[in-house]
T-cell receptor, first 111, second 112 residues
């Protein structure tokens, strides 16, 4: 059973701080890794994709991948109250093209 | 460009009924996937279609079926509805196999 694990939170950070979200996955054959943001009552929104080891930066977001440790993380710099949402880690399911999601981490950014 | 569209937005059905949900992918996207999301959980994979062929099926009963049309739009059908089928049903499209998937707004299904 392929699994993706996330700390459900809630993770609370003050405005302007760095929020660090973590994810581990069980399938060593996974090739593609994604972070989605989901506001309450809305559908998931793709915010980051990462395919190779290392860091990938896009604006205030940095995704980090360590395939040896089967670990993916998302850093949000200068956190804003508008970043308050549930963040879903998703891993490509290998031979099938489906995504396997974690349960999500709820982030709260306090003004 | 328009994103993924889904219809209807909300749906209320009773146990034993059948439902059809519809999805139109982003223009040019060949892959369409369906997911079920219940409160507090991440989306669970139901089906994936690529170039109009079924490429994957999740751990859902045979009451769930889907198809993709020549214009790449897709339908998800659920027969003999159960209370436990109440969920947000999400459609996602991607340009190519294995790439990031973009979600539509979802259909909120309530089974009474």
């Amino acid at each position: 059973q392929k699994e993706v694990e996330q700390n459900s939170g809630p993770l609370s950070v003050p405005e302007g701080a760095i929020a660090s979200l973590n994810c581990t996955y069980s399938d060593r054959g996974s090739q593609s890794f994604f972070w989605y943001r989901q506001y309450s009552g809305k559908s998931p929104e793709l915010i980051m994709s990462i395919y190779s080891n290392g860091d990938k930066e896009d604006g205030r977001f940095t995704a980090q991948l360590n395939k040896a440790s089967q670990y993916v993380s998302l850093l949000i710099r200068d956190s804003q109250p508008s970043d308050s949402a549930t963040y879903l880690c998703a891993v490509n399911g290998g031979s099938q093209g489906n995504l396997i999601f974690g349960k999500g981490t709820k982030l709260s950014v306090k003004p | 460009d328009a994103g993924v569209t889904q219809s209807p937005t909300h749906l209320i059905k009773t146990r034993g009924q059948q439902v059809t949900l519809r999805c139109s992918p982003i223009s040019g996207h060949k892959s369409v996937s369906w997911y079920q999301q219940v409160l507090g959980q991440g989306p669970q994979f139901i089906f994936q279609y690529y170039e109009k062929e079924e490429r994957g099926r999740g751990n859902f009963p045979d009451r769930f079926s889907a198809r993709q049309f020549p214009n790449y739009s897709s339908e998800l059908n659920v027969n003999a509805l159960l209370l436990g089928d109440s969920a947000l049903y999400l459609c996602a499209s991607s340009l190519e196999w294995g790439q990031g998937q973009f979600f539509g707004p979802g259909t909120r299904l309530t089974v009474l």
